[in-house]
């Protein structure tokens, strides 16, 4: 494998295709199909076609069709348990002793990380390693190490998490990091539980106008 720099034009491509998946994570239950996110990121198709393959292919996103001709990408049910229960684990303080995956994601092997081209699959790859770590993260060596990627890869995908929101660096000895997730899993299971709530709300409210008793 190439110990070669991570370009800044890889970096960057992350960033694409994290700001497209925050614009699928907004539209909730609805969905959003290509078109309205070309539209929406201003970002050419094929750019936006390759991070929705990307994100789906690690089980991120998931396709929904509308009709026979069209699609609308979603936040897959595989995510949305997974940050359930990063939260569950976070917030009751305790020790993520057992790995933390994404339903559908299987273990790298050395074939596909050498085959592996595609930036934004690299970076989850690199994302779900740090989620599979205890609360107290892992540090760059053990990254390196079970990624297969070379160290620049690994540094530069970290930071860009970091930079975006996903991660977080944590000193440990003045000389060395440990890289943790962030809160930002946990707003995704907020904005999830919140727009349940506000469709059971509705459906309360409907069912009292029309039977004029609460359910």
């Known amino acids: 494998m190439s110990d070669q720099p991570f370009k800044a034009k890889s970096t960057n491509t992350l960033v694409k295709a994290e700001a497209i998946f925050q614009l699928v994570a907004e539209q909730g239950d609805q969905g959003i199909t290509l078109k309205q996110l070309q539209k929406q990121s201003g970002q050419p198709r094929t750019t936006v076609h390759r991070a929705l393959m990307s994100f789906t292919a690690m089980n991120w996103l998931e396709q929904t069709a509308l009709d026979d001709r069209s699609v609308c990408w979603q936040i897959s049910p595989a995510l949305l348990r997974f940050a359930f229960k990063f939260r569950r684990k976070a917030l ?15 273990a790298m092997n050395a074939i596909e990380i050498e085959q592996d081209k595609d930036v934004t699959i690299k970076a989850i790859r690199v994302f779900q ?20 990627y070379a160290r620049t890869t690994t540094y530069r995908l970290l930071c860009t998490w970091e930079r975006l929101g996903w991660l977080k660096s944590v000193e440990v000895d003045g000389r060395s990091d440990r890289w943790c997730m962030s809160e930002k899993l946990l707003a995704l299971a907020h904005q999830y539980q919140n727009q349940r709530l506000q469709m059971i709300h509705q459906i309360k409210e409907k069912y009292q106008s029309v039977a004029g008793e609460q359910l």
């Open 92 to 106: 009751g303080g305790h020790t993520l002793n057992d790995q933390m995956v994404i339903d559908g994601v299987t």
């Open 129 to 148: 390693l740090v989620a599979s770590a205890s609360l107290t993260g892992k540090t760059l060596d053990e990254l390196q190490y079970q990624s297969g």
